[in-house]
């Protein structure tokens, strides 16, 4: 089972495989900045800023085609602005590894090294 | 596209056709606000496919400078830090920006898009967006903002071409001005214009920048008196990125935009004169400096200036330099007043009612002798504007197809200049018909009356009766006082004229002396001077103490 749904992803990227890669470098560049503001928000109980970041990510998600990661960040993102992180840590581990394997799927896409600086 | 799929076996990207635009599409740019750097990736590419200009911000401060009068839609993302989606919204609102903002939200933010279509939002789109959607909306919207903008430029250009008509109406001052608008745009000098508020200075200038063969380029029209005094250099020449705070990326003056075309400085008397030498530079050497830069730009710049002020006794009095006026004093247009135009009056005021009649698509409205006699009374201090603005009121107001007396209004503001510089209207309007103001008041006011046999003889006043005169001093408050000194001799309540000042404070007499004397000089406030036995810089003084000068 395969995260990206492809006919969601051909609408968008319209077969522009240059653009993907584009897409797929600029999503997993700033996966580390976005990451450290989830975890920091949770940490803080910062409602606000943990739904913001679940709402970027729930868009990100949506322009690979991403449907069950886009449900999750905006499981996230509602629950949040409902003042209510009883599942988040949950929930974000999950999406972490939906992550992983959405790059997985990107890197055998575009053969881009999308591999994790371990700095 | 299948999960294995490599970049081998992926399509070569599509070349979409770009659309046709129009000329003015094709010109026209969009700004996309986004924080996030995939959105704005993603719209560049597919609207710049579509063959639009395209400029993107990751924040609303940038976004929002990016925005200008070529904007035609600007895509702005409703949650961002900072600088949000629904202030831009504000702040293009309180521009008076004619931009079509589409909303991009999120799925969760449906109420907030709705929100933000009250607010002026052209239309909202949801992330992630399906590109070819988006393509449509922008479309949309671009032929939406092409539309306003025609409509715009088409009423400004009838606007135009009614104060033109004016212009153009019968006399010899009109054709002469005509044909020194043919002359002067024959030639690239720099012009000045002057003339009251309302006279046309304006419509002369685009007039010539038309006919010149800057006509196909820019036309930038500065008021100088709008421009907040702080950001007069910057707004002129423009400014870079940090010059000061708000100066968020660099940004071109009008000067440099003009660049090719024509610079309209309307209302350069309100220049600062500290600013003064920084034109001057620019007149000098057809270069521009931005705030904040050592660069100088060379432009090809036609200007044009105008005021209602007089720059000469501006001179003399130090608040414009000399250099200044002579470098702008080349080709000199004056535009005169429509007060001294009573010769051609009745032309331009059928011209103009008919033109708006024509505009409204309504059949033709005629002015009874009664309401011509009327506005031939008035001052005109808003001059065409103002007889423009009372007429198309008449036709609002008028039954029928004749515009009588009681279908004229005049705003508040034009009653109160009135009894200013006109003096003989006191004498002829029918309801004010005082025949001690009237008997002076012809002496003066003939002469200038005269020059048009069938004007003079509607608008000399009418000497009222004996009995009328007789009642009028008897319920004088001052001539019917009994005390008084009784070695002075007895008042004769018969001869009004020689009591034309009583019952006048010496303030409004030196008022009206200066009024007087002034529209007797057609305007020239040192010949006024001279003839009232003072000095220039009195008769400033005196006419800002009386507030006959703002």
């Keep these: 089972m395969t995260l990206i749904d492809h006919s969601v992803l051909d609408s968008i990227i319209d077969g522009d495989s240059e653009l993907l890669a584009d897409l797929a470098i600029m999503f997993f560049q700033m996966l580390p900045d976005t990451d450290a503001r989830l975890r920091l928000a949770v940490q803080s109980s910062n409602t606000k800023e943990v739904s913001l970041v679940a709402h970027q990510l729930h868009i990100r998600f949506g322009y690979f085609g991403a449907k069950p990661l886009q449900e999750l960040a905006r499981k996230i993102e509602l629950s949040a602005d409902g003042n209510d992180l009883t599942n988040i840590a949950q929930w974000c581990t999950e999406m972490r590894a939906g992550i992983e394997a959405l790059l997985n799927e990107l890197r055998s896409m575009t053969r881009l090294p999308l591999e994790k600086n371990e700095d | 596209m299948s999960p294995s799929s490599t970049p081998a076996t992926m399509k070569t990207p599509t070349t979409t056709a770009p659309m046709k635009l129009a000329g003015a599409q094709s010109k026209a740019k969009i700004v996309a606000i986004d924080d996030d750097p995939m959105t704005l990736r993603l719209l560049k590419n597919h609207l710049g496919k579509a063959g639009y200009t395209i400029e993107t911000a990751e924040n609303g401060a940038i976004g929002l400078q990016l925005i200008d009068e070529s904007t035609a839609v600007a895509l702005v993302d409703l949650r961002m830090p900072g600088l949000d989606g629904f202030e831009i919204l504000r702040q293009l609102r309180a521009r008076k920006s004619s931009t079509k903002v589409i909303v991009l939200t999120g799925s969760s933010e449906i109420s907030d898009a709705v929100q933000a279509m009250r607010e002026g939002a052209f239309h909202f789109v949801t992330k992630p967006f399906n590109p070819s959607q988006m393509v449509v909306f922008v479309e949309k919207a671009m032929e939406t903002w092409q539309v306003a903008n025609e409509n715009r430029d088409l009423k400004e250009s009838h606007c135009q071409s009614v104060a033109l008509r004016a212009i153009e109406a019968t006399g010899d001052v009109n054709s002469r001005l005509i044909q020194q608008v043919e002359q002067i745009s024959a030639l690239d000098s720099t012009v000045f214009i002057g003339g009251e508020t309302g006279t046309g200075k304006s419509t002369i200038a685009r007039m010539i920048h038309q006919k010149s063969k800057r006509g196909k380029g820019p036309f930038v029209n500065v008021n100088c008196a709008s421009l907040p005094r702080d950001l007069i250099q910057s707004e002129l020449f423009g400014h870079t990125k940090g010059a000061f705070t708000g100066a968020l990326m660099d940004r071109k003056g009008h000067a440099e935009v003009a660049d090719g075309g024509t610079l309209f400085l309307d209302e350069i008397g309100d220049l600062p004169i500290d600013l003064q030498p920084k034109l001057l530079t620019f007149l000098q050497d057809r270069t521009v400096q931005r705030l904040g830069s050592t660069e100088a730009k060379k432009v090809d710049v036609r200007l044009i ?128 018909s005082t025949a001690l103001v009237a008997v002076t008041v012809d002496s003066v006011s003939q002469p200038l009356l005269q020059s048009d046999g069938e004007l003079a003889s509607t608008m000399i006043p009418s000497v009222s009766s004996t009995e009328d005169q007789s009642a009028s001093a008897q319920s004088h408050p ?68 009386l507030k006959i000068l703002p």
């Excluded at chain 2, 000095?535 to 003084?541: A, D, F, L, T, W």
Aim: hydrophobic content about 35%.
């Design chain 2, 305 to 432: 200036a105008a005021t209602h002020c007089d720059l000469a006794e501006m001179c003399r009095e130090g608040q414009c330099r000399q250099d200044l006026y002579f470098r702008l004093m080349v080709l000199n247009i004056e535009l005169p007043a429509l007060r001294f135009r009573t010769g051609e009056f009745p032309d331009i005021a059928r011209g103009i009612l008919t033109r708006i009649c024509e505009r409204q698509s309504l059949s033709l409205r005629v002015l009874t002798s009664s309401a011509m006699k009327m506005l031939l009374t008035h001052d005109w201090p808003g001059n065409i504007r103002e007889l423009e603005n009372v007429l198309e009121r008449a036709i609002a107001f008028s039954r029928g197809t004749q515009i009588g007396p009681s279908d004229l209004h005049f705003s508040n503001v034009s009653l109160n200049r009135r009894s200013a510089p006109r003096i003989e209207s006191h004498s002829t309007r029918e309801s004010h």
């Design chain 2, 478 to 545: 001052v001539l019917s006082d009994s005390g008084g000194d009784p070695s002075w001799p007895e008042p004769k309540p018969n001869d009004s004229a020689r009591y034309d000042l009583v019952g006048k404070t010496l303030e409004q007499i030196e008022r009206d002396a200066i009024l007087q004397t002034l529209e007797f000089q057609r305007g020239n406030k040192a010949k006024t001077a001279r003839v009232l036995g003072i000095s220039e810089k009195s008769i400033y003084n005196k006419m800002r103490r």
